[in-house]
């Protein structure tokens, strides 16, 4: 997930916080663990984005990263 959210939010906090919304109401099964990454000012939203675009690919799930399903834009 890429998301935006200031600089000074507790990235950790809202995570779990996240986690455990939508755990309860979707019934999602998370992972115990996960990768935080704030962007620095040297990288690229956009690079970041193709990375994430690309782990169902790596992970065998799909061919082509245009064929998950799961894929949402919202407001910038």
């Known amino acids: 997930m890429l998301v935006g959210i200031p600089g000074d939010a507790d990235l950790s ?23 935080d990454h704030r962007l620095r000012h040297d990288e690229s939203e956009t690079e970041k984005f ?17 064929e998950w399903p799961y894929v949402r834009f919202g407001e910038r």
Do not use: M, P
Not at 13 to 33: C, G, H, S, V, Y
Not at 54 to 66: E, F, K, P, T, Y
């Open 13 to 35: 906090n809202l995570l779990r916080d996240f986690k455990r919304i939508t755990a309860k109401i979707a019934k999602i099964r998370w992972q115990r663990n996960f990768f």
């Open 50 to 66: 193709e990375y994430i675009r690309q782990n169902s690919v790596r992970a065998g799930l799909i061919r082509a990263a245009d």
